[in-house]
């Protein structure tokens, strides 16, 4: 059998963790890269993983990759030598974090482009209800780019270029990942033959979500980026998608919350 290589960023502890759990426990043809900024924290994640899972070990390796910084991104992916997908999973909710919830994604999936699997290979940018909460009480241009991210017509480099005039912004976590999913649309539509999503987790009960009041286990979190990483529904359907924490279609300027009507707006226009 084949074996398939995810890799997945900040995979050492909260819903990131989660994930690795999830996909080794749910597959026996995928092997995971866990990614994690501090060796050490990744290692222990890792044994952590190998006492809960069987006979895991060889389908589980830990790779050092700070997404925040462009050396060690291309450090790690000097590493990496084929994969059929990227969870870009790590973020930070402290003020500044465009660097890290949008420009890591950014450079992650930049240095690892060239080695997904073609056609057919995956990127699940993680994103947040925060970001079309924080798109909807914009107005004016920034909106209409962020809402609607066609008409951004210089594509993902303006896109970079609005992100750097943003790092100042009070809902800084809102920001980066209203950024994600207009990053997520630009990329699917420059890159025809992947599969590339964003997804929120849901409210989850991780190191970040506790502090807001989340209670729900960091395995439910992890239901929604494995499923669009790996579900056959999403090889057939349109991409550049972002999808809400029941996986249905979601808009990027509004919440939508489980149970509500799925979004059925335009890709691009
Ligand atoms: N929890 C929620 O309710 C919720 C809701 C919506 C979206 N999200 C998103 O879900 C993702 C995971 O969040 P979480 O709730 O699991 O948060 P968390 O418990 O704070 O974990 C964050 C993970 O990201 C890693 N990380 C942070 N900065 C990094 C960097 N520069 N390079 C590599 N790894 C880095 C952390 O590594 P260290 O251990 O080294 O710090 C940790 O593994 C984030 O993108 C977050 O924005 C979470």
Known sequence: MAMKTVLVTGGNRGIGLAICQRILEETTDVKVLL?????????????????????CQE??????????????????????DSLFGIINNA???????????YFGPRRVNDALVGVLQR?????????SA????????????????????WTIKG???????????????????????????????????SEPDLIINSVTPGFIASDMGKMLGATKPT??????????????????????RYYGSDT??????????????????PDWE
């Open 155 to 189: 594509g993902i480099s303006e896109l970079d270029e609005l992100a750097h005039t943003l790092t100042k912004t009070s809902d800084n976590y809102g920001t980066s990942k209203a950024l994600v999913n207009a990053y997520t649309r630009l990329h699917a539509k």
């Open 130 to 149: 925060s970001g079309p909460n924080h798109v909807s009480g914009l107005r004016g241009e920034l909106k209409e780019k962020l809402a609607k991210p």
């Open 119 to 127: 056609p057919g290979g995956r990127i699940v940018n993680i994103a």
């Open 91 to 101: 973020g930070v909710i402290n003020t500044p974090c465009i660097n890290t919830n």
């Open 248 to 265: 249905k279609r979601s808009p990027l300027d509004v919440y939508r919350g489980p149970g509500d009507p799925v979004y059925e707006g």
């Open 219 to 240: 395995a439910d979190g992890a239901i929604p980026p494995v499923n669009l990483l790996l579900n056959e529904e999403f090889a057939s359907i349109p991409t550049g």
């Open 35 to 55: 990614g994690s900024r501090d060796l050490g924290r990744g290692q222990q994640a890792a044994d952590f993983l190998s006492k809960q899972i069987s006979n």
């Open 59 to 80: 389908r589980l390796e830990v790779i050092e990759m700070d997404t925040s910084s462009d050396e060690s991104v291309k450090k790690a992916a000097s590493q990496i």
